[in-house]
């Protein structure tokens, strides 16, 4: 929370974790030291529950055009993907970490230059941001599934291109459904503006329950980590996303 700008929960004297608030809205629940390192990692997740007994989320109403792959099929696929001219100038492809059967899925935008040397999302230092931020919400990194729109760097970190966006979908739908999350937290306009098929801007996008275009999974938008890194200020607000994100959960989990 330190690291959002936060006032620092006081492990010791909060044995549980607070429940979800009601509705939005500023200083419903101090933001956590979160983006230091130091939350408890004995604080209960406030998402705990079984997966088969989440309420919503649409199941793979329509499908995927990738919807027959396994997860072994799908990442053997994205590996040898050549779709597209990312794949002359990629490391490696990325293709998602995480818990595959998560309640919180969380997609990003692309990967950058350390995100194309390990083969992992989120690992530089908007990964390690981001990983704070997970942990204050109590949804550590370890407990969600991460992916990116993009599978493959794009050259000098440029925004995707409408057509690299178009051919990565299938990949990222198939994860949606082979994860079935209870939410999809978007970080970033590229992201979101991807991932809901909109222009509107992050200001119009932030605050709202959305839904997946072909899962109808719902999904929450938020500032990316990076971005955070640049206007600290904007912690506090996106603080009040993931509260909200955890809101939203809530209604899909029992
Ligand atoms: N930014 C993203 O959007 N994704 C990553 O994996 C790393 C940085």
């Known amino acids: 929370m330190q690291a959002m700008g936060i006032p620092v929960w006081k492990p010791k004297d909060t044995p549980h974790p607070p429940p979800p608030s009601p509705s939005r809205g500023e200083g419903e629940e101090e933001m956590p030291s979160v983006l230091l390192n130091s939350y408890p990692s004995s604080l209960p997740s406030p998402l705990e529950g079984r997966r088969e007994e989440r309420l919503g989320a649409g199941r793979g109403v329509r499908g995927s055009s990738c919807s027959h792959l396994s997860w072994d099929e799908l990442r053997a696929t994205v590996q040898s993907c050549t779709r597209c001219d990312l794949a002359k100038t990629r490391t490696q492809t990325v293709f998602g970490t995480g818990n595959q059967q998560a309640v919180w899925m969380v997609i ?115 500032y990316h980590p990076a971005y955070l890194l640049r206007q600290p200020a904007d912690k506090r607000k996106a603080w009040q996303d993931l509260l909200f994100a955890r809101e939203v959960a809530a209604r899909y989990v029992r």
């Open 108 to 222: 990003g935008e692309a990967p950058g230059a350390e995100e194309d040397k390990q083969g992992l999302p989120f690992v530089g230092k908007a990964g390690q941001l981001l990983n704070n931020m997970l942990a204050a919400i109590g949804m550590p990194r370890e407990t969600v599934y991460i992916a990116n729109v993009l599978k493959c760097r794009p050259p000098n970190n440029r925004d995707p291109k409408p057509d690299e966006a178009a051919n990565c979908r299938g990949y990222l739908e198939r994860q949606i459904e082979l994860v079935n999350p209870a939410l999809i937290l978007v970080v970033g306009r590229i992201a979101a503006q991807n991932m809901l098929q909109t222009d509107a801007p992050l200001a119009r996008l932030r605050g709202r329950e959305h839904l997946a275009p072909v899962s109808r999974t719902p999904v929450v938008v938020t």
